[in-house]
């Protein structure tokens, strides 16, 4: 009998065994691999110091974490007020049906959407037109740029906050005003500390992938932006140097590592002993 | 007679086509502890979110110190509340739930200090001020929320079942301290529960709440000794309520029997419940009890037995006895007239009350 239910028991495993030894160990293994490999396929170290010597690569990272710090907060800024009057609107499942829509149609299709409404002749400046202002440069641009990696990133922010905020006890809200606080005062010393991990799982869930975003630097911002994942796509698929590639996303991936360490959920003092 | 310090004149609330509050009429006093008693749904939780602040009601006042407060925000209401769940805050230690309405006032720190230490001291907590919420039990979490409010020196504490939560030998405790505490801060307590023991243990005056209306209010001692009606006399304690006809003043026909009593001022012949307390009936010889029944089932409940038994016509007895009866023998029961209470059917407060009035003072 035992026997027989460890021997299902393997079998459930097996698929994701599989999947995490394929998709996720082997690659992690192969990119940290070929990271000490040079273009010409010697053992090396010296990619590693190309990178922190260069300054090009350091502009780079920069410029990833600066940008990916813009788009987080904006997105933050819109989600955490969109998600709080979610949480008291009456349909609020349609509501949020609403706001996930937009993730189930592909990224590339968006993006080319986005390319149509800035353009030249594209729907916001024909709006513009109506008051008799020329067309505008919107494509290409630090604030198209924002603008569309913050709209795709929103529903990741929203969705986290808005399970935060569903989970925070009315109670919590009455007690406070019960002890007379304005409803900003509740705001700022209960509703928001009680809501914190849902913030940290939305900034998670955009700051991370906002560090190698590299399409949308292409399409909507014209290559003005370089990021790190730009310059991973440069090394594999134009250069060819695949060692240096795989460094950058050495580099990338401790990045993430040290984001989730910093917006991960800390042991509370008391809980200590 | 003092200003009452709280005063509900004809509240209702609706939620849509459901009523919650049917014209509510109470008065507080400062000073004394209120209970708001009756079964899950009738309505008394609402009363205190109403005068909370945490819900508007469709009509009528709320005055406080004879002031009208319905658009006053909770936060602006000099009344504070202890949560049924307590409600305290888990980003926060002990302290700081305390200090959490001082701080909002922007008190002096060493004020605050001051204060929340007193408040913790009330409550027998010294010395807890550095623990986390999750560190405490459910009875020092109770504390907690009862220091939490008390800090703030409101004229009105607000308790929302705030002992349910407690297993019942705490429950017992607590009900003292809750008492003393009233005792020794002199502020009113408006405390809410379903449980009757702890209605008639703690309050001055009771409120007794069925289906958003006031059945009956009075002292502990009135309302156990003269429910007005089949619901009051059923909720609070355990009563055999028999149907009877009320023939003349001082006497009453149940049981197809005409037994004395102490009620009257009804109609000659009107039909009547009557109420007779468990621990009231006393278990005699066939020969000497006025109703004879057999006893069917019972249980030994500690400080007594409780016997079931039933007449011939099959109405069911509960007996409340030091000593044990045997299963299936017929005994009788025996009562003295004052044991007796009549209960008009559909008899408003305001007339009940009259009618006590009219033959109990002469």
Redo the contacts between chains.
Sequence with gaps: MAKKSSGTNALFYTPYVLWLGLFVIAPLALIVYQSFFDISGHLTLANYQTYFSSGTYILMTVNSVWYAFIITVVTLLISYPAAYVLHYAKHKQLWLLLIILPTWINLLLKAYAFIGIFSQDGGVNTFLGFFGIAPQQFLFTDFSFIFVAAYIEIPFMILPIFNGIEEL?E??V?????????GW?TFT??IL??TMSGVKAGVQAVFIPSLSLFMLTRLIGGNRVITLGTAIEEHFLVTMNWGMGSTIGVVLIVAMVIIMFLTGERK?R??L? | MTEPIIELQHVSKRYGDTVVLKDINIELERGKFYTLLGPSGSGKTTILRAIAGFLDVSEGTIMFDGKKINDVPANMRKVNTVFQDYALFPHMNVFDNVAYGLQIQKLKKAEVQTRVEAALKMVRLAGYADREISELSGGQQQRVAIARAIVLEPAVLLLDEPLSALDAKLRKDMQYELRELQERLGITFLFVTHDQEEALALSDEIFVMNDGEVQQSGTPVDIYDEPINHFVADFIGESNIVAGHMLKDFLVEFNGQAFECADAGMRPNEPVEVVLRPEDLDITTIGNGKVSVKVDTQLFRGDYYEIVAYDSAQNEWLIHSTNPAKDGDTVGLTFDAEDIHVMRLNESEEDFDARLESYEDD
């Design positions: 006890d109670s919590f009455n007690a406070s005003r019960d002890l007379g606080a304005t005062q010393k209960v500390p009680l509370k008391g809980s002993r």
